[in-house]
């Protein structure tokens, strides 16, 4: 009976620092069918999303939502904790409990509170190993705490940076393309002589954004379900929003515009599939058109002002082939994280929102700017 204990506490203990690694310090994504990062993950968001769906209020839902990210992060850590320290008890508990205890004998609870102060390095002295190999699983418990605590505490500057970099380009994306964002808002504030070239210049960014957001969220998933800290914000919508123009400059711009967004298209729509892919989320057809047939005249419109060539219904149906490549998975990923998908943005209403907005924001005086639909009022 010990013999079987023992060898599952360090079956649980090797396991645990196996996740551990994989989770933190490995960069490479790993593909293994059965983890349990991605378990703890798949049932605590089902049954947090569950509450969130019933939840009529939106601002009530996202400050709901915004708190899993960071907690089930501590939560993670302390599921690790609690498995490291069981392990070490399991195998003190198959060493025969030889632990020196003041007025009892020792116990499986005796191995487990000396796992528990060991491993936090705590060293109250109430009881302490009697052989040699209790005092050696001491020490490497000793040890073990203090490295993983270590670890712990340099992983969460490295994650809370790649999330303030990714939090950046979103925030300076409401300038350009409305609180959300939408494709025809960003052609509507480069609809000037010099449009196009601007236009470009900032997909050049963005394939950069792209790249780093990618490499940031393949390595760390947990920061896929960390929220905005601005209302009517998401990195999903922002990819959504420079997905779309993307794919208008592809099926109707041309020279460096569409060169450029090629590689925008390309790089974006690499990282949303990894992306779903590392969540394990099935691209899936969207219930309603976001583009619909009469709004595509409304699109090819704003082309023309931002200095595109004369748009032809012809590249109509390269722009449903494009769309097709990347849609699927958008929609899959506004499911599963609860993230909406902005519009085009072309519609009547929308379109006369967004643009007094901006009138707004160009025409007033330094230090005389209202507050736009996209500023929360947070400090």
């Not at 991605?38 to 939106?58: D, E, K, P, Q």
Request: with cysteine.
């Amino acid at each position: 009976m010990n013999l079987f204990i023992g060898i599952f506490g360090l079956a649980l203990l090797l396991g645990t620092l196996w996740e551990a690694f994989e989770a933190i310090i490995l960069p490479r994504r790993v593909t293994r069918s059965f983890r349990f990062v991605r378990l703890f993950y798949r049932v605590t968001w089902t049954i947090l999303s569950r509450i969130a769906r019933g939840m009529r209020r939106t601002k009530l839902r996202e400050m709901y939502l915004s708190y899993f990210g960071p907690l089930s992060l501590l939560g993670l850590f302390a599921s690790w904790m609690l498995a490291l320290i069981v392990a070490f008890a399991m195998l003190q508990f198959a060493g025969g409990s030889s632990i020196n205890v003041s007025g009892g004998f020792p116990s499986f609870k005796t191995d487990l509170y000396m796992s528990g102060t060991t491993f936090f390095t705590l060293g109250l002295g109430d009881v302490s190993p009697r052989t040699m190999l209790a005092r050696a699983l001491t020490v490497a418990e000793a040890g073990t705490g203090f490295g993983f605590l270590a670890i712990v505490i340099a992983y969460l500057p490295t994650l809370y940076g790649a999330f303030s970099q990714r939090e950046l380009n979103i925030s300076l994306l409401d300038a350009r393309a409305g609180s959300p964002p939408t494709a025809a808002e960003l052609l509507r504030r480069h609809a000037h002589p010099a449009g196009m070239d601007m236009l470009s210049q900032y997909l050049r960014d963005w394939e950069i954004w792209s790249a780093q957001l990618m490499e940031t969220h393949l390595s760390y998933p947990v920061l896929c379900y960390f929220r905005s800290q601005h209302d009517n914000q998401s990195w999903l919508a922002a990819f959504a929003a420079v997905l779309d123009v993307s794919a208008l400059l592809v099926a109707y711009g041309a020279s460096a515009a569409k060169f450029q967004a090629q590689l925008t298209l390309a790089i974006s729509r690499h990282a949303i599939a990894d992306v779903s892919e590392v969540l394990r989320v099935r691209p899936i057809a969207p219930a309603h058109d976001r583009l619909p047939a009469e709004d595509v005249p409304h699109v090819r419109n704003l082309l023309l002002q931002c200095g595109a060539p004369k748009c032809t219904e012809s590249a109509d149906l390269k722009l449903k082939e494009l769309r097709s490549l990347y849609e699927p998975y958008l929609n899959g990923l506004s499911r599963r994280l609860l993230m909406p998908l902005p519009t085009w943005g072309v519609g009547a209403n929308s379109a006369a929102s967004l643009h007094s907005v901006w009138g707004r924001i160009s025409s007033e005086p330094s230090g005389q700017m209202s507050r736009t639909a996209g500023d929360s009022g947070h400090f």
